[in-house]
């Protein structure tokens, strides 16, 4: 497609459970970023990568997250033992080198 | 502290006026802002955008002024539509390139 996709568009979870969510970015977007949005909330910034270099992480809120881009494509965004805070919408957005972003439809989590 | 700030949480406008969405930031380091338009369960959708070098910038019925000394920006759509109902966020790219930073945003609604 010619946009940025991701899946699941929802995901129920029950506490303490792992979950994984899936990014694929525009096709040639060197750049990949994650975000959330909880409710009634802007849009907080998670994590970036850019290329081969080291992502920078610093927005991620704690070591229960972690997200990883296998062959500089697609990315997983990865949330171990999940609490109820952690309910939000989770987006994902790409962008050519110095470009605007471009976002994905944003995947619900809904942790119980 | 948030560094880019939407004060007006929503703003109603009759279909054909002038709508005038306003943004404030503190860190002077920003030197590129973006506009982004957000429909209920659908991620942002990229508006329009503007570089620190100029103070002006028009696409169609959007325009973004930048007043650098002020540290404030707006987003100017006129003739507004009921299409245009959505929730628009301002964002500021840190100089690095690679960090969105969101303000909360302003639900704007046209009134038929």
């Known amino acids: 497609g010619a946009g940025v996709s991701q899946s699941p568009s929802n995901k129920v979870t029950e506490k303490g459970k792992d979950v994984e969510l899936r990014c694929d970015p525009i096709s040639g977007h060197t750049a990949l970023y994650w975000y959330r949005q909880s409710l009634g909330q802007g849009l907080e910034f998670l994590i970036y990568?850019?290329?081969?270099?080291?992502?920078?992480k610093s927005g991620l809120p704690s070591d229960r997250f972690s997200a990883e881009r296998t062959g500089g494509s697609v990315s997983t965004l990865t949330i171990q033992r999940t609490q109820q805070e952690d309910s939000a919408v989770y987006l994902c957005a790409s962008s050519s080198l110095g470009g605007a972003q471009f976002f994905g439809p944003g995947t619900r989590l809904t942790v119980l | 502290d948030q560094q880019v700030k939407q004060n007006s949480p929503s703003l109603s406008v009759q279909e054909g006026r002038i709508s005038i969405l306003n943004c404030d930031y503190t860190?002077?380091?920003?030197?590129?802002f973006l506009w982004y338009k957000k429909y209920p369960a659908e991620g942002p959708t990229f508006l329009i955008s503007?570089?620190?070098?100029?103070d002006k910038n028009e696409d169609g019925r959007f325009t973004v002024f930048l007043n650098k000394s002020a540290k404030h920006l707006s987003l100017h759509i006129v003739p507004s539509q009921p299409g245009d109902s959505a929730v628009y966020f301002c964002?500021?790219?840190?100089?690095?390139?690679?960090?969105?930073?969101f303000g909360g945003g302003t639900r704007l609604m046209v009134k038929p």
């Open positions: 964002a500021a790219l840190n100089n690095a390139g690679n960090m969105l930073t």
């Open positions: 990568f850019q290329g081969n270099s080291a992502p920078d």
């Open positions: 860190n002077s380091m920003f030197d590129y």
């Open positions: 503007i570089s620190s070098i100029k």
